[in-house]
């Protein structure tokens, strides 16, 4: 058998097609299609015209990306389309619960953060020992430096910071950033210090402050011990720069949200480790300066080994930097706006002033920035008060940030289950409440000491020994919270942001903000200072200036909480998006012509059916295309065209002058393909154009969803006068954006009127429900054929129709979720006569038995009664009679209709080969070509025009024989004799004139085989005798 076919040119199958393509399980659908790793080269069948052809090896390209385009562009074929291509999704390799890819992220960054803040509490213990605790200087040194040293290098900074971020790399800006401040710690240790007795201007200081007054000793301070203050500003910056420029912004680029949640908080925990062992570093060498001998300058010794521990870490910091750059992938993130131009300077600065994102942001900052430095300060001066000495003060600040360590690990403990529970907006305000909390207590003990102190003195402590103690629990309950809860918000915050501002204004508020907040809190000390005359005096007034800061920055709190969930809402909203484009909208070859479906033909013809091309996925509301729009003719210029207004209002004045409502429609879709790229005949064809800005997607779809009512309410009337294709896009694009219910019946009507004239690829709407199971709305496309129906269309629209369902059903039954009452629903909306040839049903039907297996016996029955077996082309039959998918009795059913239709074809051949002269040189199963069917047909209008010639002939003689009939009356018959003859030729008339209609019918509705064309030719003669179903 398989000699025969192959020889006759038909088709030619393995003798158990099940066995040969690997079927695809009902779990998994088109995803494994799509992602498929390594797609395998398959001898995908190319069905002809008739729907079948030689099998040819064709590889089967699901998912690549097109070199001139940034759209992900997926392609099948429908013979093969229920297969499983690939191998299953493996799963990514974990540890402890955790993938490998995100702990190659989190453990290189909690160690980069230990290094970070190991260096961090050295330097800033050692900071507060040097300017504290020098000749000639005191706590109210602190408000002085951070405001007038301070803060204008860290504005320098941030100047020279955003000038470098527009001309360097990420990675030449974190080393050009980082190595500096490595550089100075170690020459400061082992250069500036050992000389500050020969650089520092002691004497010219003790001349001014003996001719200003005490008041000013802060200020001259700053002159005294210049070398010890430029420490000072260094530290401070290496807390702003290198936390939370660097190494944040490092963090933010790496990781995305989720992860930032899950694991900010929680790699923090071996960081804060860094405070533990850094205090007991400084601890050690504090009781390192007691053993050593008198006249040796231990202070010396010590910054020596801790400078060298410092800049040993920054080098560790800078390794782990490279490695994680060149080691560690990024992660992909779709760009929801177009690449701004780099700011300058005074933009950024406009830009970022401008922002209310950013403004809250800063608020946050700056506000942490006075409130901790209202009660650092104070509480550092009433510390100096009781820990005079250099190693005293040392130690205890050593045990302070060892302490500090403990109850930050602790925290950070608790802040996953914090975010995880209540959100962001709580994390956030956490920190500025335990900051008054703590506050409120440190300072009405210092207000209140002298009534209380008895008690006190029952716990063994003195009032100032007990306000030191309590203004360090303030300060670890704050520090701990800012580590674990403050900062991994802050940070958070920033993610959503596009690049420019990510990085602009993290160096605008880390930089600027961070210190102006700290040098606000002493503007208002020093203030205080100069009013009453020494920071005790005005401790009243620094609790009630605390509490209005607190209070204000939990209102920042609040309304940046507002806005941070809207921005998640948005990328949420995206990345859904992104994958209803990636997985709901199903994937279609495409042939050499740029015809394509699933089946890898053109079923649908362009003569006959409208044409199908490459449906190509694209990122709807994440990408704006661009394209060029060429000249086109209208009744006015695309400029005049700036809102819809506008526009609708100029529609209604082309209509009163009475322009035909084809022009009006054809008007509608150009400027709403421009407006609107989704409503283009393609995706490349859309245009943003120079009055659309970057929206936000949700105000986007707001916009969409009334563009879309708006059109519909100025569509004219009247029927074909805006195509079908257009109203299909635009249909698809009011279900994405959930247009009222009335506007979407009102477009299905318009397409169900028009339906003949859609082609597969605008019907093929993918569902953008969430109830919904199938990828394609098949509903939808159910509803539009019953409209039509009920429209009562038949002829070559209901035929068109009844290609355009069989087409749609092959493509829609690959999917696992659709389910057999849609598919038989669907198939047996049209009636038997709408398809002249169940070919391209049963494609369907055999798609849907390949992507459903598990479909029962008696179902598989039920999908077989759909089948007309006499409507079935040859090639088709034979490939039903060897398809182990069907039921014995289809299969049977199939064979019978075979055996009758060659039992006709002996019966016939003799009559056929006299009215064909090459029929008896073509093999009975051949279809005819098309050179061959023009020769029969140049025959037929040959006899035909013989017989209206004897017809003329036969007319004149019959008029002669009247006449004779009149003079000879009753002596000759001439009518009887004439009779039979004219009887016959009227008779082959007849024939010849069904030979032509069975032509016409040929060619309108597809050509038929030898077997078709010799019933016809016949049927006058012997009736159908078509046996009954067996189903």
């Known amino acids: 058998m398989d000699v025969v076919i192959q020889t006759r040119g038909l088709l030619s199958l393995p003798t158990n097609p099940i066995n040969k393509v690997s079927l695809l399980h009902p779990s998994q659908g088109l995803r494994l299609r799509l992602f498929s790793p390594k797609p395998k080269i398959l001898a995908a069948s190319s069905p002809s015209f008739n729907g079948f052809q030689k099998l040819s090896p064709k590889p089967n390209v699901f998912a690549q990306r097109d070199k001139n385009q940034n759209l992900f562009l997926c392609r099948a074929e429908a013979s093969a389309a229920a297969a499983s291509f690939g191998e299953s999704e493996t799963e990514k390799p974990k540890i402890f619960g955790v993938e490998v890819a995100t702990l190659k992220k989190i453990v290189p960054l909690g160690m980069m953060f230990f290094c970070i803040l190991f260096n961090y509490t050295i330097l800033r213990d050692t900071k507060d020992v040097l300017v504290v605790t020098a000749k000639g200087s005191s706590a109210e040194i602190i408000p002085f430096l951070k405001t007038w040293v301070n803060l204008p290098m860290a504005i320098g900074f941030m100047l020279l910071y955003t000038k470098l971020a527009n001309v360097l790399s990420k990675q030449a800006l974190f080393y050009s950033v980082i190595l500096p401040f490595i550089a100075f710690f170690g020459a400061f240790g082992f250069v500036l210090y050992p000389l500050s007795n020969h650089i520092h201007p002691e004497a010219f200081a003790d001349k001014l402050l003996n001719i200003l007054g005490p008041r000013f000793l802060?200020?001259?301070?700053?002159?005294?011990?210049?070398?010890?203050?430029?420490?000072?500003?260094?530290?401070?910056?290496?807390?702003?720069?290198?936390?939370?420029?660097?190494?944040?912004?490092?963090?933010?680029?790496?990781?995305?949200?989720?992860?930032?949640?899950?694991?900010?908080?929680?790699?923090?925990?071996?960081?804060?480790?860094?405070?533990?062992?850094?205090?007991?570093?400084?601890?050690y060498f504090s009781n390192l300066r007691k053993n050593l001998g008198p006249g040796v300058d231990g202070w010396a010794i010590s910054l020596k080994g801790m400078m060298s521990i410092v800049v040993g870490m920054g080098l560790a910091i800078c390794l782990i930097y490279w490695w994680v750059n060149n080691y560690v992938p990024l992660p992909t993130r779709s760009k929801k706006k177009k690449e701004k131009p780099k700011m300058g300077t005074m933009e950024s600065i406009k830009f970022l002033v401008s922002s209310k994102y950013i403004r809250d942001l800063a608020t946050l900052v700056v506000a942490y920035g006075i409130s901790i430095n209202l009660v650092e300060v104070t509480w550092k001066s009433k510390l100096k008060a009781q820990f005079p000495s250099p190693?005293?003060?040392?130690?205890?600040?050593?045990?302070?940030?060892?302490?500090?360590?403990?109850?930050?690990?602790?925290?950070?403990?608790?802040?996953?289950?914090?975010?995880?529970?209540?959100?962001?907006?709580?994390?956030?305000?956490?920190?500025?409440?335990?900051?008054?909390?703590?506050?409120?207590?440190?300072?009405?003990?210092?207000?209140?000491?002298?009534?209380?102190?008895?008690?006190?003195?029952?716990?063994?402590?003195?009032?100032?020994?007990?306000?030191?103690?309590?203004?360090?629990?303030?300060?670890?309950?704050?520090?701990?919270?800012?580590?674990?809860?403050?900062?991994?918000?802050?940070?958070?915050?920033?993610?959503?942001?596009?690049?420019?501002?990510?990085?602009?204004?993290?160096?605008?508020?880390?930089?600027?903000?961070?210190?102006?907040?700290?040098?606000?809190?002493?503007?208002?000390?020093?203030?205080?200072?100069?009013?009453?005359?020494?920071?005790?005096?005005?401790?009243?007034?620094?609790?009630?200036?605390?509490?209005?800061?607190?209070?204000?920055?939990?209102?920042?709190?609040?309304?940046?909480?507002?806005?941070?969930?809207?921005?998640?809402?948005?990328?949420?909203?995206?990345?859904?998006?992104?994958?209803a484009a990636a997985v709901k909208i199903p994937v279609v070859a495409k042939d050499e012509d740029g015809n394509g479906s699933l089946a890898g033909v053109p079923l649908l013809n362009p003569t006959t059916g409208g044409d199908s091309s490459t449906v190509q996925m694209k990122k709807q509301c994440c990408e704006e295309s661009e394209a060029t729009v060429g000249s086109w003719e209208c009744w006015f210029d695309d400029a005049c065209i700036v809102d819809m207004d506008y526009f609708v209002k100029t529609l209604s004045s082309i209509k009163q002058k009475g322009i035909r409502a084809d022009l009006i429609g054809s008007i509608i879709t150009h400027y709403a393909s421009i407006w609107l790229p989704d409503l283009s005949a393609s995706s490349e064809n859309g245009v943003t154009t120079q009055f659309q800005s970057p929206e936000s997607v949700t105000n986007s779809w707001m916009k969409k969803r009334f563009f879309v009512e708006t059109l519909v309410n100025v569509l004219p009337p009247e029927k074909d006068s805006v195509p079908c294709n257009f109203l299909l896009r635009l249909l698809r694009t009011a279900n994405m954006v959930r247009v009222d219910a009335t506007y979407r019946a009102e477009i299905e009507n318009r397409i169900s009127s028009q339906l003949d004239q859609a082609s597969l690829k605008e019907l093929m709407i993918p569902s953008f429900s969430h109830t919904c199971g199938t990828l394609l709305d098949v509903e939808l496309v159910l509803r539009l054929v019953k409209r039509f129906m009920s429209m009562d269309r038949d002829g070559a629209a209901l035929v068109k129709v009844a290609k355009l369902v069989d087409c749609y059903l092959a493509e829609a039954a690959v999917d696992a979720n659709l389910s057999l009452s849609e598919f038989h629903a669907l198939a047996g909306v049209l009636p038997n006569h709408a398809r002249a040839t169940d070919d391209g049903l049963y494609r369907a039907i055999d798609t849907y038995l390949k992507a459903h297996p598990g479909v029962s016996k008696q179902e598989r029955k039920g999908l077989c009664r759909l089948l007309d077996s006499r409507k079935l082309t040859p090639e088709a039959s034979l490939h039903a009679a060897q398809n182990e998918r069907l039921p014995v009795r289809a299969v049977i059913q199939v064979l019978f209709s075979e055996q009758a239709k060659l039992n006709r074809q002996v019966d016939w051949s003799g009559s056929f080969s006299l009215r064909s002269p090459n029929g008896g040189l073509d093999p009975p199963g051949r279809c005819l070509s098309k050179r061959e069917m023009n020769a029969q047909q140049l025959e037929i209008r040959k006899l035909k025009e013989d017989v209206h010639r004897l017809q003329n002939q036969l007319n004149a003689m019959k008029v002669q024989m009247e006449r004779l009939a009149v003079k000879k009356k009753g002596l000759f018959k001439w009518k009887r004799l004439g009779m039979p003859t004219f009887g016959r030729n009227v008779g082959g008339v007849e024939r010849i004139e069904e030979e032509e209609e069975e032509a016409e019918r040929e060619s309108r509705f597809g050509r038929q085989t030898p077997m078709d064309m010799k019933t016809s030719l016949v049927k006058s003669r012997t009736p159908h005798k078509w046996r009954k179903s067996m189903s």
Do not use: H
């Open 391 to 579: 190693n005293e003060y040392s130690s205890f600040m050593g045990d302070f940030s060892t302490a500090t360590g403990i109850a930050t690990f602790t925290m950070m403990l608790l802040s996953q289950f914090i975010f995880d529970k209540y959100g962001w907006g709580v994390a956030a305000k956490i920190t500025p409440t335990v900051l008054l909390l703590t506050g409120v207590g440190f300072f009405s003990l210092i207000l209140f000491g002298g009534p209380i102190a008895p008690v006190i003195a029952n716990l063994g402590m003195t009032p100032l020994l007990a306000a030191v103690y309590v203004g360090a629990l303030q300060n670890i309950f704050s520090k701990s919270a800012k580590y674990s809860l403050f900062d991994p918000c802050k940070e958070m915050a920033y993610i959503p942001l596009d690049e420019d501002t990510k990085v602009k204004g993290k160096a605008a508020i880390d930089v600027v903000c961070n210190p102006l907040g700290k040098s606000g809190g002493a503007l208002i000390q020093q203030f205080m200072i100069l009013s009453f005359g020494s920071l005790a005096n005005s401790t009243p007034y620094l609790g009630g200036v605390l509490l209005v800061i607190v209070l204000a920055w939990l209102s920042a709190a609040k309304s940046l909480d507002s806005q941070f969930s809207a921005l998640r809402r948005e990328e949420e909203l995206e990345k859904e998006m992104e994958r």
């Open 218 to 283: 802060g200020p001259l301070a700053i002159m005294r011990i210049w070398s010890f203050c430029l420490f000072y500003v260094m530290a401070e910056l290496w807390g702003s720069v290198v936390i939370s420029v660097l190494f944040w912004g490092f963090a933010n680029q790496i990781t995305t949200v989720e992860e930032a949640k899950r694991f900010y908080p929680l790699f923090g925990l071996g960081a804060n480790v860094a405070l533990v062992f850094s205090g007991r570093t400084v601890k």
